[in-house]
């Protein structure tokens, strides 16, 4: 770690909680230079849904870059991007009754949530665009705007505006699904109240689940809602898919049994397949108003990307084996870690997200951070998310099998059982 230590900018962040040089990566395995192997529950916050060097992903990026074929073209035709074009159409868009323009907009996650924000605001003629509470979607300019948290917002250094806020699904822990509270009447009212301030939006941006936001799950009675608010007042419904779609949480997109019809859906990290950079906007035919060259980037065309992500459609998403094991173990995941927060009831604590994309949400200062360290320590690599970083969060590879998932589990309940061991006069002060 020296060398990083001493010449890297200080604002990396992930070396220094897992502060070891990784040398070698399989599947749902990483290993350091010290020969010492970590199952991953991180897989690149999202961004290696099929594992490290999946072996037919690897076979046909080698197979096309050891063919001296295009590397690197802008959004010039290449036979690598004709092919990826064709099978997202056919594996995912066809079957699903889905029609949408594809837009290469840049090869990273706040570029897509860019070109869908830009577009919705050009066909429109508005400006303002609604996102939630504890929404985060980049930290580009107009990305960090419909961004809440304000640790990355002030990161800024400006003012982001044309932004208006409004509560997501489950704030305050009241949820719509459980007849609690359902948000979309207070955004609904302001709609509808001339006197609100919020006037008429152009868009607005949603996580089915949010990720950083502290893996918070809308319903699907609460995302087809919103949907069809949006319907009824003309505003364009964006939906950021960037950690949540690409099979995380069960269906290639988060939103499927919600059965909605947004008007741009931001597609990223897994879409690359093998981990490489790549992003997608899905537009409605409609709205496909970019003039040619209006909004681009140099490296919107990453022709490994396209191939390792056509090999991913081909093996994991020609019917819906792949999905349905995802869904399973999902389950298995969600019974887990609701023992693991059964074992300790005086820890305010909740189960939150779904899929594959799941966290205990610990509401004690420095306890979800305290279970990272100590599951680094047994080798598993999580993270934690949520605006204190009180949720100890899961994104494992979805080709994880049930023994390594059975054995990251293990380690993640002992290492909440020394943390909480650790914590114990803080726990007893908040209980």
Not at 289 to 304: D, L, S, V
Request: some cysteine; proline content about 4%.
């Amino acid at each position: 770690m020296d060398i990083i230590e001493k010449y890297e900018s200080a604002v990396r962040s992930y070396s220094r909680g897992f502060p070891v040089v990784f040398e070698k990566a399989k599947n749902y395995t990483l290993t350091d230079t010290d020969g010492n192997t970590y199952i991953d529950f991180f897989a690149g916050a999202g961004a290696l849904n099929y594992g490290h060097n999946d072996d037919a992903m690897k076979a046909k990026v080698l197979e096309y870059i050891q063919g001296d074929n295009i590397t690197h073209s802008l959004d010039m035709a290449t036979v690598a991007r004709q092919n990826f074009l064709k099978a997202f159409n056919e594996i995912i868009l066809q079957p699903r009754n889905m029609e949408y323009k594809i837009m290469f907009p840049g090869p990273t996650g706040t570029n897509t949530v860019e070109s869908a924000l830009k577009l919705a605001r050009k066909v429109t003629g508005r400006r303002t665009v609604v996102s939630f509470t504890n929404a985060f979607h980049g930290m580009t300019l107009g990305a960090l705007g419909v961004t809440g948290n304000q640790f990355k917002r002030k990161g800024a250094g400006k003012s982001l505006g044309d932004v208006v806020f409004v509560p997501y699904d489950g704030l305050m822990g009241l949820k719509s699904d459980k007849g609690e509270l359902d948000t979309l009447d207070y955004f609904e009212a302001m709609l509808n109240n001339g006197a609100s301030g919020m006037g008429h939006p152009a868009a607005v941006i949603v996580e089915p689940v949010q990720g950083e936001g502290g893996i918070n799950a809308a319903s699907m009675a609460w995302l087809k809602r919103l949907d069809q608010i949006c319907k009824a007042h003309d505003i364009r419904l964006i939906v950021d898919d960037v950690q949540a779609g690409c099979g995380r949480t069960g269906t290639f997109f988060s939103f499927e049994a919600a059965g909605i019809d947004p008007d741009f859906i931001c597609l990223s990290k897994s879409i690359g397949g093998y981990g490489m950079p790549m992003a997608i906007t899905l537009i409605k035919p409609e709205y496909d108003k970019f003039a040619p060259g209006e909004h681009n980037g140099t490296f919107r065309g990453n022709n490994p990307a396209f191939v390792a992500a056509t090999a991913a459609l081909e093996t994991y998403w020609r019917d819906d084996t792949f999905a349905k094991g995802v869904r399973e173990k999902g389950e298995f995941i969600t019974k887990r870690l609701k023992e693991m927060a059964a074992k300790h009831p005086n820890v305010p604590s909740e189960v939150r997200g779904r899929g594959f994309m799941q966290g205990i949400a610990l509401h004690v200062d420095g306890l979800a951070d305290a279970v990272t360290e100590e599951a680094f320590k047994r080798g598993l690599i999580m993270e934690t998310s949520g605006p204190a970083d009180e949720v100890a969060k899961l994104l494992p590879p979805l080709t994880l099998d049930q023994q390594g998932l059975e054995k990251g589990l293990d380690i993640m309940e002992q290492a909440l059982d020394a943390a909480v061991q650790a914590h114990a006069d803080k726990i007893g002060k908040v209980a």
